[in-house]
């Protein structure tokens, strides 16, 4: 079980890393999918900031400190909730496995590290 755990949270890290580091960048398709969803391109730095608080807290919680793995992975499953719902609401769905992908991590880790 912590094999699966430890695989499930380094993926969830390094994907949620790199896309926080995208959204820094200011990457294109950033920029393009968060204006498709009507979201403030001023915005865009402090999701990032979320994201890569969430992959700190999944990789503090792999090393030894649980409580803060179970509740980033709990403030990642709201984020990309939220970003589910942004998706909905503007009716992009053409590339909504990003974000759906994103929240089955999340979810995928939280459950993992509650049942650890």
Known sequence: ??????ITTVVTVLANA???AADLLGAGFVLANSAEVGLPRTWIPWLAL???????GLLLGLLG?????VAAATGLVLFYLGAVAAHIR?????NFAFPGGYL???VASFVLAVTR
């Open 1 to 6: 079980m912590f094999t699966a755990y430890a």
């Open 90 to 94: 503007a009716r992009v769905y053409y």
């Open 18 to 20: 790199g896309i926080a």
């Open 50 to 56: 979320l994201k890569a608080a969430g992959a700190a």
């Open 104 to 106: 089955a991590l999340a």
């Open 65 to 69: 400190v649980p409580v803060v793995g």
